[in-house]
């Protein structure tokens, strides 16, 4: 018992010298409350269900946000239901080292709730009990190894200091003596010069209340700690927008800073690469926006479409739309397309200019971060800022719809750039 007692202090100590810097890690606590004992106990010994009775305090280390270890020093005493049967008292003193699992951020509190948090504790210890009022011939207190686990519940009432409700199971092996002190805990004879050796277990709980201190410069405690979103956050990115307000003017509205744009004068429907400059796909010297086959090399006597075979441009446009290689971005938690998109939504624009007949739905997703309901309302937000934006462009409303699809599980969640490509509207022609 020792040597594992001392192997979970070496590997406590020992993560010391790799603690990240983001949070605090050590947190003192402290509670009191009920303890039952279990069993044994001998008839007609009873014990309240809620025996105030039981202290403890102790230290805790997180390794990372998810798990870490506690050390725990409890003393009280276990004693009987008064007029109802014969008095007792034993008094105990119990050290443990456990095991923590920070079930909230396992199980992703945060996403609701960034105030109540959960643990989860398993651990080993030794109990010293000392039986106050037992007949039995001895005088010397009872050390047992025991099992100890539980959950802890808490919340934060402020950074430094969060409330904790916890509720532990105890199971104590060779446990010699009932709780009560009055018989041995096994069935061989009691007339031995010294007590008999058993491995008979004892069972007890204790349920408290208490406080935790959490210690460091830091913060936030791991206990609460998330990660910072890569993403820059609403009020951010208004800052920054704000700081360099002068460097993002766009004067000729085709969705490139001018700082960046080598054609700041391009035409309204023009599409245009990330330098503004206007797209000549098919490199025949025609624009793609004055380009009836944009993507096949012709003379401009043909509007740029084969001599040969004039390609229907409805039927090409319709197949880049419905095959999705027309699409409009976002940035995350946002329903403002990022400005590179600005050119796909100009593009739609000037196909169904074009084609009049034509109706189409704009369908919007989001990535998995983040709640699904959440998730949906959001895709409904992005198709209906480009719903709106075509409109603004001339479009007839009655030939626009839109929805939002809610999460595109389609893609990699844990990929950055993935997650990227899942936060878009696309185009289905009706």
Same mark, same amino acid.
């Given at each position: 018992m020792k040597k594992v007692i001392l192997i979970l202090v070496y590997l406590c100590l020992s993560t010391i010298g790799y603690a990240q810097k983001e949070f605090n890690q050590w947190s003192i606590?402290?509670?009191?409350?009920? #303890?039952? @004992?279990?069993?044994?106990?001998?008839?007609?010994?009873?014990?309240?269900?809620?025996?105030?009775?039981?202290?403890?305090?102790? @230290?805790?280390?997180?390794?990372?946000?998810?798990?870490?270890?506690?050390? *725990?020093?409890? *003393?009280?005493n276990f004693s009987s239901i008064k007029n109802l049967n014969p008095s007792f008292q034993t008094n105990y003193l119990h050290?443990?080292?456990?095991?923590?699992?920070?079930?909230?951020? /396992?199980?992703?509190?945060?996403?609701?709730?960034?105030?109540?948090? *959960?643990?989860?504790?398993?651990? /080993?210890?030794?109990i010293g009990m000392k039986y106050v009022t037992t007949p039995l011939?001895?005088?010397?207190?009872?050390?047992?190894?025991?099992?100890?686990?539980?959950?802890?519940?808490?919340?934060?009432?402020?950074?430094?200091?969060?409330? +904790?409700?916890?509720i532990d199971i105890n199971f104590n092996g060779r446990q010699t003596y009932t709780f009560d002190g009055s018989r041995y805990n096994a069935s061989e004879p009691t007339n031995f010069p010294e007590p008999p050796y058993v491995h008979a277990t004892g069972i007890w709980w204790t349920g408290t209340?208490?406080? #935790?201190f959490y210690l460091g410069s830091k913060e936030q405690h791991a206990d609460w700690y998330i990660k910072p979103d890569p993403y820059l956050t609403k009020d951010e990115l208004a800052s920054q927008i704000s700081s360099i307000k002068d460097m993002l003017k766009d004067s000729d509205g085709d969705g490139i800073p001018d700082y960046l744009d080598k054609e700041p004068n391009t035409p309204i429907d023009a599409r245009v690469g990330t330098?503004?400059? +206007? *797209?000549?796909s098919d490199g025949d010297g025609l624009a793609d926006h004055l380009d009836k086959c944009p993507f096949l090399p012709g003379p401009a006597a043909t509007s740029g479409c084969p001599v040969e075979e004039i390609i229907n441009k409805e039927d090409y446009l319709k197949?880049?739309?419905?095959?999705?290689?027309? #699409?409009?971005?976002?940035?995350?938690?946002?329903?403002?397309?990022?400005?590179?998109? /600005?050119?796909? /939504?100009?593009?739609v624009s000037n196909f169904l200019k074009r084609n009049p007949g034509i109706k189409l739905e704009v369908k919007g997703y989001a990535d998995e971060l983040g709640p699904e309901n959440y998730n949906l309302k959001l895709s409904e937000k992005r198709a209906q800022a480009v719903h709106d934006l075509l409109i603004k462009?001339?479009?007839?409303? @009655?030939?626009?719809?839109?929805?939002?699809?809610?999460?595109? +599980?389609?893609?990699?969640?844990?990929?950055?750039?993935?997650?990227q490509m899942a936060r878009r509207t696309s185009f289905e022609i009706k």
């Open positions: 606590e402290t509670s009191a409350g009920f #303890n039952k @004992a279990m069993s044994p106990l001998a008839p007609p010994y009873l014990t309240p269900t809620l025996n105030i009775g039981t202290i403890d305090v102790g @230290a805790r280390y997180m390794i990372n946000e998810k798990f870490g270890l506690r050390g *725990l020093l409890e *003393l009280g050290f443990g080292v456990m095991g923590v699992a920070n079930l909230g951020q /396992i199980l992703n509190f945060q996403s609701f709730t960034n105030r109540i948090g *959960l643990l989860g504790s398993l651990g /080993i210890g030794v011939p001895f005088t010397k207190p009872e050390y047992s190894q025991t099992i100890k686990s539980g959950f802890t519940g808490m919340y934060k009432i402020t950074e430094k200091l969060a409330l +904790t409700g916890r209340l208490g406080l #935790n330098d503004g400059v +206007t *797209l000549d197949k880049a739309i419905q095959d999705k290689y027309v #699409n409009v971005y976002f940035s995350f938690d946002s329903s403002k397309p990022l400005a590179f998109s /600005i050119s796909s /939504i100009q593009y462009s001339g479009i007839d409303a @009655a030939r626009l719809t839109f929805k939002g699809y809610g999460e595109d +599980t389609s893609v990699d969640k844990n990929s950055e750039n993935a997650r």
